[in-house]
């Protein structure tokens, strides 16, 4: 798919440090981290992030993951998976919003995207509602 590789692992803990302490480092700062890495190298576009359900480190994670949205205007979803399939609406609006922000870059070429096709914004929806 032409993907880059993943970061290094000290790469992806130095870009999750700003929102992680040192106490709980752990899998959270490589989720987190690894993530951020490639948001601010514009290697992707959004996070879709998933877990167990009630796993500290998802939950570390995707707490951050609201900050990084306000701070940096990265979109993410995070799912906690029990099992059962998760529910399409999720899904459903998580994907409109990141072709939302696509559109909208391309209208405005001067948009934070700088011309790139990159949107950076805070996600204008909660889970389970829809974008309106």
């Known amino acids: 798919m032409g993907w880059p590789g993943s970061p290094r692992v000290a790469d992806a803990v130095k ?20 993530s951020l890495h490639a948001w ?4 992707i576009d959004a996070v ?7 796993c ?3 939950k570390l994670a995707e707490a951050q993951f609201h900050h ?3 701070r ?15 529910d399409p609406e999720l899904l459903d609006a998580f994907a409109f919003e990141l072709h939302a922000r696509h559109r909208a870059a391309a209208k ?5 995207a700088g011309g790139e096709g990159r949107v950076r914004g805070q996600a204008s929806f909660s889970p389970g509602e829809l974008p309106t």
């Open 15 to 34: 870009a999750g440090s700003t929102y992680l302490r040192e106490e709980l480092r752990g899998e959270a700062i490589l989720t987190l981290g690894t």
């Open 40 to 43: 601010r190298h514009g290697e």
């Open 48 to 54: 879709l992030s998933t877990g167990p359900l009630e």
């Open 56 to 58: 500290m480190p998802n």
């Open 68 to 70: 990084a949205a306000e």
């Open 72 to 86: 940096e205007g990265l979109l993410s979803l995070t799912l906690n998976l029990n099992g059962e399939p998760p």
């Open 108 to 112: 405005d070429p001067l948009s934070p």
